[in-house]
């Protein structure tokens, strides 16, 4: 339990920076999700507006430090080559 006066501001700082992590990943997955689902249709023409829409979703958590910047640009590469996969 936090007894000092700056180790009860700093749980009330990881509480609120926690919950605006999880917003914000959610809101990524939801982001990804549906590129997954324009791709799993096959229209080629949504999963590229959902994509271009994702992408800078996925860089900016990935700035923002929720995110490793290398598990961001993964997800992108992954989501574009199956997306360009789609008209061949």
């Not at 999700?33 to 791709?39: F, P, W």
């Amino acid at each position: 339990m936090a007894n000092t006066k700056s180790a009860k501001k700093a749980v009330r700082q990881i509480t609120r920076r926690t919950a605006n992590n999880k917003t914000r990943r959610s809101n990524m997955r939801t982001y990804l999700r549906k590129v997954e689902e324009a791709i799993a249709t096959g229209d080629k023409d949504a999963a590229q507006a959902a994509l271009r829409a994702a992408e800078p979703v996925v860089a900016r958590t990935a700035q923002l430090g929720i995110l490793h910047r290398r598990a961001a640009s993964r997800k992108v590469s992954r989501l574009s080559k199956r997306v360009g996969a789609m008209g061949a």
